[in-house]
């Protein structure tokens, strides 16, 4: 399966790098490495990562606080955003409406993911 990036997408990496790059030589690219670790994961366990919204999916960076939103279209992989987790939440979430082209595959309503019903709790007194 084919990964590629929404424009905006490569720009938070190049972005993120450059920002690393200046806090420590050779960060950038330790920053690089994990994220290229994510996206090998994607591309072999496309569901193995949390549900955002029905058909978004977020792959987490273990050492940097980013992470990869992405959809499945026919014959890819599509990252929508290489966010940071201290950002407003969803600020990508326009990103689906403005993609053109074949990346319209992947539409996602703006609800979240049905999550499984907590077990209920005794109540000790």
């Known amino acids: 399966m084919r990964i590629r990036f929404l424009s905006v997408a490569r720009?938070?990496?190049d972005d993120a790098f450059a920002w690393y790059?200046?806090?420590?030589a050779g960060l950038g690219y330790e920053f690089l490495d994990e994220l290229?670790?994510?996206?090998?994961?994607i591309k072999t366990y496309p569901e193995s990562c949390a549900e955002l919204?029905?058909?978004?999916?977020r792959g987490l960076l273990s050492r940097f606080p980013y992470g990869l939103v992405y959809g499945e279209a026919a014959d890819s992989?599509?990252?929508v955003a290489v966010a940071?987790?201290?950002r407003a939440p969803r600020y990508w979430i326009d990103r689906l409406e403005d993609?053109?082209?074949?990346?319209r595959e992947f539409r996602a309503s703006?609800?979240?993911?049905t999550k499984r019903p907590r077990p209920a709790r005794s109540r000790k007194r």
């Open 77 to 79: 992989i599509v990252i």
């Open 53 to 57: 919204t029905h058909g978004l999916r």
């Open 36 to 41: 290229d670790r994510v996206v090998r994961r």
């Open 110 to 113: 703006d609800r979240p993911a």
């Open 11 to 13: 720009q938070e990496v």
């Open 99 to 103: 993609a053109d082209g074949d990346d």
């Open 21 to 24: 790059q200046r806090q420590s």
């Open 84 to 86: 940071h987790l201290h």
